[in-house]
């Protein structure tokens, strides 16, 4: 455990060195101000252009009801379209900037010298997943909390109470299952960007999916599927979150065989 926790500190240090976490925080801040001004404001920019070139709309009233769908002006449905815009764009970039992380750095040379003092490669990778899954992680949870005391303060807060703490958790742990098994993943592909192509797929394609069928609630995609409706039901989050731990554990024990016959480069 001790050595577990000395990696762990070399691995917060470089994503704090590498101001990883504030790109991180800095990308969940753009997808929430943008979800929240063009809520507030795109609507009205729609209804001035309808007045000053009314000729422009055929139909405004199908356009208001699409506008309706795409910037929701209530609570609830709001926190749905921030959780969607996180589970795709969010996980897009924590996919690009982990998917070559262990491949680069035993590449780079950076494994000589912790494996040269005794630290094993299990440990390395292990520090890595858990490291960079919390980090990119525990913003998700605070901003998803953030949001919603913004856009209570904003939006039509009726039908909805509370703090929205059961889809804040189901999206970090959807978050940080993604990243590491990009992490997983790139060491078992030969080339890890397929890694993260692969983990991108999986996550615009299955939630969609595998909601279609009632056996989709038993898929750790249904993490993103529970934050993204804004259910209630924690009944339903057991299941994928010890598939995800499973699925995890299992990457992990092949990741860590195929470690063992990677060369570090001098």
């Given at each position: 455990m001790k050595t577990i926790i000395f990696i762990a500190r070399k691995d917060l240090k470089e994503i704090l060195r590498g101001r990883k976490n504030i790109y991180f925080s800095l990308t969940l801040f753009a997808l929430g101000a943008m979800v929240i001004l063009t809520t507030l404001y795109f609507p009205l920019l729609i209804d001035a252009l309808g007045k000053k070139a009314p000729e422009m709309i055929s139909d405004s009233k199908s356009l208001d009801e699409m506008m309706g769908n795409l910037f929701p002006n209530n609570v609830k449905e709001s926190l749905g379209i921030w959780a969607s815009d996180v589970g795709v764009f969010y996980t897009i970039v924590i996919t690009l900037m982990t998917h070559s992380l262990v491949p680069d750095e035993m590449k780079k040379g950076i494994w000589i010298m912790p494996l040269s003092v005794g630290y094993d490669r299990k440990e390395l990778l292990l520090s890595k997943c858990l490291v960079y899954a919390l980090s990119a992680a525990f913003p998700v949870f605070i901003l998803t909390n953030v949001y919603y005391i913004v856009a209570s303060t904003l939006l039509n807060g009726e039908g909805y109470s509370g703090?929205?703490?059961?889809?804040?958790?189901?999206?970090?742990?959807?978050?940080?299952?993604?990243?590491?098994?990009?992490?997983?993943?790139?060491?078992?592909?030969?080339?890890?960007?397929?890694?993260?192509?692969?983990?991108?797929?999986?996550?615009?394609?299955?939630?969609?999916?595998?909601?279609?069928?009632?056996?989709?609630?038993?898929?750790?995609?249904?993490?993103?599927?529970?934050?993204?409706?804004?259910?209630?039901?924690?009944?339903?989050?057991?299941?994928?979150?010890?598939?995800?731990?499973?699925l995890c554990i299992v990457l992990f024990f092949f990741s860590s065989k195929r470690l063992m016959n990677m060369e570090v480069s001098r």
């Open positions: 703090f929205p703490i059961l889809q804040s958790l189901s999206l970090s742990l959807a978050i940080a299952g993604i990243v590491v098994l990009t992490i997983l993943l790139s060491t078992l592909y030969k080339h890890s960007i397929t890694a993260a192509v692969t983990m991108i797929v999986i996550i615009l394609v299955g939630p969609d999916v595998l909601s279609l069928f009632s056996f989709g609630k038993f898929f750790p995609t249904h993490l993103l599927t529970f934050a993204y409706t804004m259910s209630n039901d924690i009944s339903s989050l057991f299941i994928p979150t010890i598939g995800l731990v499973v």
